[in-house]
């Protein structure tokens, strides 16, 4: 095998157990309270967002692609919105 080959599944693995971990230790703050479960639903947008338009389009990376790009515009729409509240409340 060649080193760049090691390399890659060596950081896929990595890059699983680090959301592995973030996975478990995200259910068990849920569970004792520590995070507030709109939160989580609202986290969960972005990854629902891809698996819907990767079905669609029928094309992971684009649908990637479009996720980005509706994610930051949803962010910047947000941030809009919650200035132009700030600024009249």
């Avoid at 849920?30 to 479960?37: D, M, S, T, Y």
């Avoid at 389009?57 to 692609?65: E, F, K, M, N, Y």
Wanted: with cysteine.
């Amino acid at each position: 095998m060649n080193l760049v080959v090691i390399s890659v599944y060596v950081v896929l693995a990595l890059m699983g157990l680090g959301f592995l971990a973030m996975v478990v230790f995200g259910i068990r703050s849920v569970a004792h309270g520590k995070i507030n479960p709109l939160a989580v639903v609202i986290m969960c947008i972005p990854l629902l967002i891809l698996v819907v338009l990767g079905f669609v389009l029928g094309d992971w990376s684009r649908a990637g692609i479009m996720t980005i790009l509706i994610t930051l515009g949803l962010a910047v729409l947000s941030l809009l919105v919650t200035g132009i509240k700030g600024l009249f409340i």
